[in-house]
């Protein structure tokens, strides 16, 4: 069939081309190497995420200080924290500045004695203070959220005296028994009941601590993201070939030979495809070997997300070059929409949180649904029953896309 | 004498606001070299790209090797071999991937493909240059490969459309021998072109486009018999600041006539220019004008152009 000789031609010329190769393959994986960068997941300087080296200077001769470095030092947390317990608060900060520690808690004099009230109800305002180290993306987050969620804890406790420790039992398996133990022993101690709150209910959300959790890694979603990206780029790019080909008169030279107008322009639109195909790929092996990617346990999964993606998006390429007046037209257009899909559609943040009409904007877009897909299987861990939806949507993408462009470009080049 | 290979008939291609070709109509016998001679715009690439089945002819028919343009394009497309005016080529690719893909294109393959791309890369003299990609050649190589690609799949006539626009004449030269010997062995060439010393060169008959319409067609010697036994007179003139004037003038000097003056380019016939070159001198002085160079030719086909159209046959 002469149309895969033409697909197979302008594949060729595409990876041939150095430039092309740039946009397709090297800038989203260096961009990609540079969020991993910013996120702390590469220098070897960097503590990996799952052992965040960190410092308590507990200086609080109190149960609250004893809290706090019990849950850090919990087995729960084990794997997360490697903690260091010192009492020189300005040598840990320096550790800080020196790339050592990534975090340092300081636990002031008399913290418990302030913080908890007396037989008369009385009680006062201390704070624990928590330094982390600027050049660090991901472990201040991590550390901060424990050190917050302990403290709201306690906090609580405080505040609903009359909670038995009962009640805080069931969040030991995410604060650590010791937490627990805190609780019942505060519990008891209030139980004079001189404090008329209202019952406060523990609001906790639960922190990957686990065995069985994965750790957080940037690279599951930007790689996805920045690959759907580019790819959109490099179909738009691919399908201007077929005016760049009307300019060189090598179109009209195909169409001067016994192969059917149809063969010609299917020809040109399975080359784009086949190019976006190879580039997703390359970039779904490479990234798994440069940078440890998990895409997932669904390879049929990927695969099928993988080959939608590309049809939807060659396809909306190769519509948007059948309407353009010309070459310039066509460049324009293309990059206008792949970078607002790239923006609307989840290429470079979760659109989780998106709502009302730009949640509607974002779903009219390829990337959003491709996203969708990959994110379900990279991030979610999910199978072919989580990427039904999104690979109905491209494939229905696609086709209507397709559909338009070829029937356009026929209706162009056959004067 | 034979049916024609080819027969135009009456080609029209109009456009919303342009008629680019006006009622062209020519024979081509099989093993002939027919040329189209005419200035840019005057419509060849429109006539040549109608009866390679490109452009469908608003009006009109051409019939090649049996097979009607309009109605039987597949059959066309298979006998006709196209070189286009541009370098319709791959850069990319290397000159034996460039003719092995077009000839998939005209449904070769497998030893017979091989076979022809080696044979055309040896008339194209680039054997041994075959595996450099395209973008690496000179502009005279392309242009061969541009030919060789119309050669592939050995067609029974083979449209050039301009084949030697901006090369050296080096490789000019070698094109036009190409031209020459592809037809010693047989092949019909409808050949484009606006330098009249190709036309006069490779062509018995030579049919003269302007403004879309076939102004005059026939043998060379028929076209100049068209413009007499005048001579063409070139004269390179400066100073001249009413043209029309002098060119009155002049066209009232016996013998002179179809005086033209373009670009400090003055054109015109005389029947017999060295007697009259004293008193054409004599009258572009006293129009305040300067000679700076004079050329004269005997009859040819830039003469019958400018008999024709009172144009010069120029880009």
Redesign the interface.
């Known amino acids: 069939m002469k149309a895969l000789e033409i697909a197979f031609k302008d594949t060729l010329a595409r990876f041939r081309d150095w430039k092309a190769l740039v946009g397709m393959l090297a800038a989203p994986l260096m961009i990609s190497a540079l969020i991993g960068l910013a996120f702390g997941n590469l220098s070897s300087d960097e503590a990996p995420i799952e052992n965040i080296r960190m410092a308590l200077v507990n200086l609080d001769d109190g149960e609250l200080g004893q809290a706090y470095e019990d849950v850090l030092t919990s087995p729960d947390l084990q794997s997360l924290i490697a903690l260091e317990i010192t009492e020189d608060a300005e040598a840990a900060k320096a550790r800080i500045e020196s790339g050592e520690l990534r975090a340092v808690l300081v636990i002031p004099a008399g913290f418990s004695e302030t913080v908890i009230p007396d037989n008369e109800g009385d009680s006062g305002m201390a704070s624990v203070e928590l330094y982390t180290d600027p050049a660090a993306s991901v472990s201040p987050i991590i550390v901060k959220s424990i050190v917050e969620r302990i403290s709201a804890s306690i906090n609580t406790l405080l505040l609903a005296g009359q909670v038995s420790g009962d009640a805080i039992v069931p969040y030991a398996p995410l604060l650590g028994a010791e937490m627990a133990t805190l609780g019942e022993a505060i519990g008891a101690e209030l139980q004079s009941e001189r404090f008329d709150f209202e019952e406060l209910t523990l609001s906790l959300e639960t922190i990957a601590t686990g065995e069985d959790e994965e750790p957080f890694d940037p690279f599951a979603f930007f790689i996805p993201g920045l690959a759907v990206f580019f790819l959109m780029f490099s179909m738009f790019e691919g399908s201007r070939s077929i005016l760049q080909e009307e300019r060189h008169w090598t179109l009209q030279r195909l169409m001067s030979t016994p192969t059917p107008t149809w063969q010609i322009i299917l020809g040109k639109m399975g080359g784009t495809f086949l190019t976006g195909l190879l580039q997703f790929i390359v970039l779904v092996l490479s990234s798994a070997l440069l940078f440890d990617v998990n895409w997932g346990n669904s390879i049929l999964g990927l695969l099928i997300i993988v080959v939608l993606t590309v049809f939807a998006a060659s396809g909306l390429g190769a519509m948007l070059t059948a309407f353009s007046r010309n070459e310039n037209q066509a460049s324009v257009v293309g990059s206008a929409v792949s970078l607002v899909f790239g923006a609307l559609g989840g290429s470079f943040f979760p659109t989780d949180g998106l709502t009302g009409i730009i949640n509607i904007a974002s779903k009219l877009t390829v990337n959003r649904w491709a996203m969708d897909g990959l994110l379900a299987l990279t991030v979610e861990r999910g199978g072919l029953a989580d990427i039904q939806t999104p690979a109905v949507v491209l494939a229905v993408i696609g086709l209507v896309t397709f559909g338009l462009a070829l029937m356009t470009f026929q209706k162009r080049f056959v004067k | 004498m034979s049916q024609p290979i080819l027969q135009a008939q009456d080609l029209h291609k109009r456009y919303e606001k342009t008629h680019a070709v006006q009622g062209i109509s020519f024979d081509i016998q099989q093993g002939e070299i027919f040329s189209l001679l005419g200035p840019n715009g005057a419509g060849k690439t429109t006539t040549i790209?109608m009866l390679?089945?490109?452009?469908?002819p608003s009006e009109g028919d051409a019939i090649i090797d049996g097979h009607s343009v309009r109605h039987d394009a597949?059959a066309v497309?298979?006998i006709?071999g196209?070189v286009?005016?541009?370098?319709?080529?791959?850069p990319?690719?290397t000159a034996r991937?460039n003719l092995i893909?077009?000839g998939?294109?005209?449904?070769l393959g497998g030893a017979h493909l091989k076979q022809r791309v080696e044979e055309t890369l040896d008339i194209a003299g680039l054997s041994d240059r075959a595996n450099e990609k395209v973008e690496s050649y000179s502009g005279g190589m392309k242009r061969r490969i541009n030919i060789a690609?119309g050669l592939l799949h050995e067609p029974k006539v083979l449209f050039m459309d301009e084949p030697t626009v901006g090369i050296d004449p080096q490789s000019r030269r070698r094109i036009l021998d190409t031209v020459l010997e592809l037809n010693q062995r047989g092949l019909t060439v409808l050949y484009t072109t606006h330098y009249m010393e190709e036309a006069a060169e490779l062509s018995k008959r030579i049919g003269i486009v302007d403004h879309g319409k076939l102004i005059a067609l026939g043998t060379q010697d028929e076209l100049t018999k068209l413009v007499g036994e005048n001579d063409a007179l070139h004269i390179g003139i400066s100073g001249i600041s009413e043209p029309p004037g002098l060119l009155a003038r002049l066209n009232a000097l016996s013998g002179a006539h179809n005086a033209a003056y373009e670009d400090e380019m003055l054109l015109l016939e005389a029947s017999h220019a060295n007697e009259q070159l004293s008193d054409i001198i004599g009258a572009i002085t006293s129009a305040g004008g300067q000679v700076k160079s004079i050329k004269i030719e005997e009859p040819n086909l830039e003469a019958v152009f400018l008999h024709l159209t009172g144009r010069a046959l120029r880009d």
Do not use: H, N
């Open positions: 790209s390679s089945c490109l452009l469908s597949d497309k298979k006709i196209v286009p005016q541009e370098i319709a080529l791959y990319d690719l991937e893909f077009w998939k294109m005209y449904s690609v």
